[in-house]
């Protein structure tokens, strides 16, 4: 297909197709959902997307490459991109200055014209979930319900071409991405349950990043933050049989302290809020799929009392993890 079908300077859409291009993918529509295979010769796997309305587009990449890629493009169309990095980390330099996305991490990009360097290394799995709006899209969120916007596009940028806001996936951000993951490979996703998953993840990342932000929060060193994630990973891998706190602390080499705040500081909760989160989580994927029962999945994830689990598994998703089962069910059932 020729670029001259889709050379729209104000389709922000443009981006991703020129995205696309570099991977040298064999696209069907111009703008519409559809999967795409890498070539042979390049890699394996395959980059989903979905445009649910016209001013949204998904896109999830999910593919190894034989060898290290760079990509150069320039950006000529102004717009807000959300991603989560779910496994492989990557590098990219805007306007000559580098950034990295890694694991576990959120970030939320302003872009107008600019020129982006991709940096994919070989033989590394790597999966992400990304969301792209144009600026018009952004303003209409932002808007107050007087018709005020106290966030601007332009103001956030200012003089740059480009800014970037990360911070670690929040834990309720995971559970949509996650969801977001599974409908992917499925063969009746609907667009109005994707647009409702976009607008909750871009709801939380604009209230963590634009609203809810706190500047004057203290910094930690970059040697802290990785005590701090192995951390969490010791909890996620030990979820069933955690260990306290102080356990935790010396096996990282962390003073309690540090790790209470530190975590706080980094995931936003304590270190066990984390741990029910993940849990939780957990569960309702577990549940979502009907494998097990409520007793089984709340031993799966933890919890020794089922009755204790069906209370705090209810006062997070509104509903009786038993109710909650046979309606996951029977939705399964009806496709």
Known sequence: MTKAGYRNRSDFHQNFNLFFDGFELQRNNVNHTEQMTLHSQMGEGVIRRFVPRTDIEVVISDYT??????????TETAMVELNYCLQG????????????FVPGNCTLQFMNHADVHFEFDGNQPFLMLGIGIPVSTFHHFMEEAGGERS???????????????QETTHPAASVVVKRMMQAATGQHTRNFEMECSVLELLSLAFRSFLVDCNPEFPKLSKSDMHKIQSARDIILDRMVDPPTLLELSRMIGLNDFKLKSGFKEMYGTTVFGYLREQRLEKAFLLLEQGKMNVSETSFAVGYSNSSYFSEVFREKYGVNPGVFVRSSSALRESY
Not at 89 to 100: D, Q, T, W
Not at 151 to 165: A, E, K, M, T
């Open 151 to 165: 966030v601007d596009f332009s103001q956030l940028l200012g003089n740059r071409p480009y800014r970037i806001f």
């Open 65 to 74: 490459l034989y060898r290290n890629h760079a990509l150069k493009l320039f």
């Open 89 to 100: 980390a990557r590098e990219v330099s805007v306007a000559g200055i580098r950034h990295e």
